[in-house]
T-cell receptor, first 116, second 118 residues
């Protein structure tokens, strides 16, 4: 069975600090997909990034960067120079590629608060 | 509309009442998902449609939960004889490509319906 663990329940940082959100996943499939979503106070989940299990290349997009390491089953997310608008709950999610599984399995989320 | 819409945004029900939650996916999106999000938790999968076919309902917690998508667009999640443990946010998501053939395709989420059962 697939599982996603986000050990950090809450993180508070001061604006302009860098912050890393951790995500550890478990799956038996060799083909799988990883995602990060942001959930602001409005409640709508906003897609941030996706990765498949064959693509370990890390990615940078503006102030966001992702570090995917299959050896440690981790898919961590870093925000550089955080801003107040980054305050939200961030979810890591996993989808297995084979068989009948299609749904996203989410972690329990990390509440990020960026203080001015 | 431009995104996934859900109605109502908030619903208060007395225990034992039936409720119906509506989801309007993005036009043309083949796949539709329902998730349940308890307070302080991540969303949990309920059911999945590809067009009008319900291909996976393994996440529905009991036979009191029923979902349909009769014309392959709008979907309704119905909960009969609501219980307090049904209180949660119910999220709907849609994706363009049939998920079975391309699970990589990201899901676009609606704002959710917050259900409170008293």
């Amino acid at each position: 069975a697939q599982k996603v663990t986000q050990a950090q329940t809450e993180i508070s940082v001061v604006e302009k600090e860098d912050v890393t959100l951790d995500c550890v996943y478990e799956t038996r499939d060799t083909t799988y997909y990883l995602f990060w979503y942001k959930q602001p106070p409005s409640g709508e989940l906003v897609f941030l990034i996706r990765r498949n299990s064959f693509d370990e290349q890390n990615e940078i997009s503006g102030r966001y960067s992702w570090n995917f390491q299959k050896s440690t089953s981790s898919f961590n997310f870093t925000i550089t120079a955080s801003q107040v608008v980054d305050s939200a709950v961030y979810f890591c999610a996993l989808s297995e590629g084979g068989g009948s599984a299609r749904q996203l399995t989410f972690g329990s989320g990390t509440q990020l608060t960026v203080l001015p | 509309g431009a995104g996934v819409s859900q109605s109502p945004r908030y619903k208060v029900a007395k225990r034992g009442q039936d409720v119906a939650l509506r989801c309007d996916p993005i036009s043309g999106h083949v796949s539709l998902f329902w998730y349940q999000q308890a307070l302080g938790q991540g969303p949990e999968f309920l059911t999945y449609f590809q067009n009008e076919a319900q291909l996976d309902k393994s996440g529905l917690p009991s036979d009191r939960f029923f979902a349909e998508r009769p014309e392959g667009s709008v979907s309704t999640l119905k909960i009969q004889r609501t219980q307090q443990e049904d209180s949660a946010v119910y999220l709907c998501a849609s994706s363009l490509i049939a998920y079975r053939t391309n699970p990589y395709n990201e899901q676009f989420f609606g704002p959710g319906t917050r259900l409170t059962v008293l």
